[in-house]
């Protein structure tokens, strides 16, 4: 009989056992952002969206090739939800002061902000930018630690933030 339950899956034995297996799977299948070297958000419901600060100074092709080759990609901001969560990152883990490349570019329509995936960019403009003097050289954008943002030239370097799934490993 003892068999029987076990095999047949009656028993309290075999039920537990499925139920242990099964929570395994699961806690075995949520990587956190800490176990990819990165931080997790505090505003996202998604816990597995994950971001890191560089502070090696790059520009912003740079910035994304170095992203890339930890599976990741440099920050976009899509929505204010989005945006919110970056500014917390950046007060909360980020070295004080400093300002973040962050992707979005005009310069295939100015004035005409897109992220690299052709979604518009969510910004929040620093008072006075885009600087009417400087838009017609400054197609990429900072961010800055007060959540603001300011475009400026490509070719400049500056530290920049990754963000990547945590299911994707270094
Ligand atoms: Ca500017």
Not at 84 to 107: K, N, R, Y
Request: proline content about 3%; overall charge negative.
């Amino acid at each position: 009989m003892i068999l029987k339950n076990l095999v047949f899956g009656k028993g309290t034995w075999r039920k537990d056992w499925i139920k242990a297996k099964a929570m395994r799977i699961v806690l075995h299948a949520s990587p956190k952002c800490s176990d990819v070297g990165y931080h997790e958000s505090n505003v996202l419901s998604d816990r597995c969206i994950c971001f890191r600060a560089n502070y090696d100074k790059k520009t912003k092709l740079e910035a994304e090739v170095e992203c890339s080759k930890e599976k990741g990609s440099i920050v976009q901001i899509e929505s204010g939800l989005k945006h919110d969560a970056i500014l917390q990152f950046i007060q909360d883990e980020t070295q004080p002061g400093s300002a973040f490349l962050v992707d979005g570019s005009d310069e295939a329509v100015e004035d005409n902000w897109r992220l690299s995936d052709g979604r518009p960019l969510y910004v929040v403009w620093r008072a006075g930018e885009p600087a009417q003097c400087c838009k017609r050289y400054e197609h990429c954008v900072e961010i800055y630690n007060d959540g603001t943002t300011n475009d400026i030239q490509c070719s400049l370097k500056l530290p920049f933030l990754c963000e990547k799934h945590c299911y994707d490993a270094i």
